[in-house]
């Protein structure tokens, strides 16, 4: 079996053609789909019994949301709270579609780079934009650093230039490996069980190994998928605290 | 019930501000909790502060996993937009290979900052801007 095989992009069906382009709903897009089916549930059901004594279901959407809120106070401060819809956005997405992503035959989003990399980007362009919006021009005191010896300025605002520039590639990069090679480890493992199935009545006793293994491997990748989740928003809330206050 | 008032009523009556030894011990031993409660409670939130502010990322603690990940990843991350940018400069200003050298090194530079303001070893770029350790109630 080809580990890579369950990162294939299928075509279900053409929505239409734009510019000689097929615009095509693929795999990918339907999880995305059920993703954001999945959120919308969750908050909608959560919040439409607003008793004072939860539900599991109001429980669990009011979690999420002072999870998403604190983490986005603490680290970016009140100000922050104007960009919660964004954050939490990414938040429920990235988390769900990696959850959904462990259920054997799903298919994750979040292995395709293209997806984190759309994700890091769009945080990317929000906090150059809103940055230079909010705070014009002393948006770029962010790349020059006080009290530096005019001798070394130039040399220090390049390496903080490409500093910066590499945010997103670190930010998209991260999640997508993480992903990636975390269900390439499940798969491999999980061949290896039929491999050694094959082979007769040793090689079932053999199984057993890897089958203990895929099993650890899948609680592994449970933890993963929920802290990487995590990360993607945290870095969110960390570069958004950048375009808020540079350095006022 | 009855009993608890009548055993109380006597004590206060009878030998003011001298609870029974009984009493004494339970509001010692209530004390004691209390003290050792908010101590407890002190530390915690004092710990959470120390460790938003100090790293810049909370979640670097949560896993040692996360964490080398995200060191590893942001020095290559530095590394290849440095020699990307490099390259570029080549390609439009035909100064090849210069812009990819002198960058591959400013990049390898960026993405050595990069690793140690996540680990923490240098101070991030706003405490740096402020000359100051940014105080954890500014901007809450």
């Known amino acids: 079996m080809d580990p890579i095989h369950q990162f294939q992009i299928k075509n279900l069906f053409t929505i239409g053609t734009f510019g000689g382009h097929e615009i095509a709903f693929t795999n990918s897009a339907a999880y995305m789909v059920v993703a954001v089916v999945l959120t919308a549930l969750l908050m909608l059901g959560g919040t439409a019994g607003r008793r004072l004594v939860p539900t599991r279901m109001q429980s669990m959407a009011e979690l999420s949301y002072e999870f998403v809120a604190e983490m986005l106070r603490s680290t970016a401060g009140e100000h922050g709270m104007k960009f919660f819809p964004l954050v939490f956005s990414i938040f429920m997405f990235v988390f769900i579609s990696n959850i959904v992503g462990i259920i054997p035959y799903a298919f994750t989003i979040s292995s395709h780079i293209i997806v984190t990399v759309a994700l890091a980007l769009m945080v990317f362009l929000t906090v150059i934009i809103y940055g230079l919006y909010k705070n014009g021009l002393k948006f770029f005191k962010l790349f020059v650093p006080s009290g530096i010896p005019m001798a070394i300025l130039p040399l220090v605002v390049a390496i903080e230039i490409i500093s910066f520039l590499s945010r997103p590639v670190s930010h998209s990069v991260r999640l997508f490996a993480n992903m990636l090679a975390g269900h390439i480890t499940l798969k491999v493992f999980a061949s290896f069980i039929t491999m050694l199935g094959a082979l007769g009545i040793a090689g079932i006793f053999g199984a057993v190994l890897p089958l203990g293994l895929t099993i650890a491997l899948t609680a592994l990748e449970l933890l993963v998928a929920a802290l990487q989740a995590y990360v993607f928003a945290i870095l969110t809330c960390i570069y958004l605290n950048d375009a808020i206050h540079p350095g006022h | ?140």
């Open chain 2, 1 to 140: 019930m009855a009993n608890g008032t009548q055993n109380d009523e006597p004590a206060n009556g009878g030998e003011p501000g001298k609870p029974l030894p009984d009493d004494a011990a339970l509001s010692a031993r209530l004390g004691r909790l209390d003290q050792r409660l908010s101590t407890l409670k002190g530390n915690q939130k004092a710990e959470i502060d120390h460790a938003e502010w100090q790293d810049d990322n909370a979640s670097a603690r949560a896993s040692a996993l996360a964490r080398g990940f995200r060191l590893s990843s942001e020095l290559v991350a530095g590394v290849v937009v440095g020699a990307a940018i490099g390259w570029g400069i080549d390609y439009l200003f035909s100064t090849s290979p210069w812009g990819l050298i002198v960058f591959f090194f400013l990049g390898f530079a960026a993405g050595v900052i990069n690793l140690m303001r996540v680990a923490g070893v240098v101070p991030d770029v706003h405490e740096r801007l402020h000359e100051r350790p940014k105080d954890p109630s500014g901007d809450r």
